[in-house]
């Protein structure tokens, strides 16, 4: 204790406590209080770096491109198109997350983390849109063509008839 004496006196402040007294738990913890609002300050929920955002892109690639619940149900996007679909639905996303807090930036790391889940919510909405699109894109052709070789074999006689006539 001899040494923290002149520590303290040169730092305003009373020695420390020997670490199993009464009185070391309070000011833990109040150091640790004072060190946590210290920080608060500098946590920014909102917007994302954009090494988030570069994250949130290569897992909307590989959702897209490899075998996951989404490619499963609506088929799989080629690698390259699947990047340049994920860029855009994160972009889009972002920008619509991003009107929604105005131009100031989220005044409490609540209010942050409402726009990040609003972010969220918008990249799953757009990325099942465009899953849903692309497989009703995919599907019209190939009814398109079933329904003409329909149309085709509806009109046209049969091969055998056809071998008839030219004779």
Known sequence: M??????????????APPEGS???????AAAGAKAAEALLPSL?????????RDAVVRRLVQTLAAPSVLSQRYGAVP????ERAAAAVEAEAFAAASESV?????????EGIEVLQAYSKEVSRRLLELAKSRAAAAAAPAEDSAQESKDSSATAPPPAEVAASEE
């Open 44 to 52: 920014s929920i909102w917007p994302p770096s954009q090494r988030t």
């Open 102 to 110: 105005a131009a100031a930036s989220p005044a409490s790391v609540e």
């Open 79 to 82: 690698e390259p198109e699947a």
């Open 2 to 15: 001899a040494e923290d004496a002149p520590n303290a006196a040169a730092e305003g402040s009373q020695p």
């Open 22 to 28: 009464a009185d070391a738990a309070p000011l833990a």
